[in-house]
């Protein structure tokens, strides 16, 4: 029996990473940590969502027809995944990323190129996190 992947912490609720990947076919297997795709990272529930949203190629109406619900709820619902990825809706057409802006990204992986932050700074400060 093959189980989803968690893309979160059941116990702290925090992110989780694969630390082994194997190939089913040749049974090659690769070690290290590696990040969840944010859509993985998502609750079951979101996941459903954006997978019947993609499959409605992206009309919000065909996916109220299919859940049987009102086109706002269907909308209210795109914006809980679009704020779940880490994002904020911001308009009908266009969607900002939340955090750093695009001169602040260019600085810090400047910085980064330089050897002036390590890779975890880079990581923390391109999330946002300026508590370090």
Do not use: W
Not at 6 to 28: A, D, F, M
Not at 55 to 81: C, D, F, M
């Amino acid at each position: 029996m093959k189980y989803s992947v968690l893309g979160r912490c059941p116990i702290c609720g925090q992110n989780l990473s694969v630390t082994k990947l194997t190939c089913t076919h040749c049974g090659t297997a690769v070690e290290g940590s590696f990040e969840l795709p944010r859509l993985a990272r998502l609750s079951p529930e979101y996941q459903q969502f954006a997978e019947l949203f993609i499959r409605s190629e992206g009309k919000l109406n065909r996916v109220q027809e299919i859940l049987g619900i009102s086109y706002p709820t269907a909308r209210a619902q795109l914006h809980e995944v679009i704020r779940a990825l880490g994002y904020e809706p911001s308009g009908a057409d266009e969607i900002k990323p939340k955090g750093i802006s695009p001169e602040r990204r260019r600085q810090i992986l400047a910085d980064l190129e330089a050897g002036v932050i390590t890779p975890e700074q880079a990581i923390q400060l391109l999330k946002g996190d300026t508590s370090s």
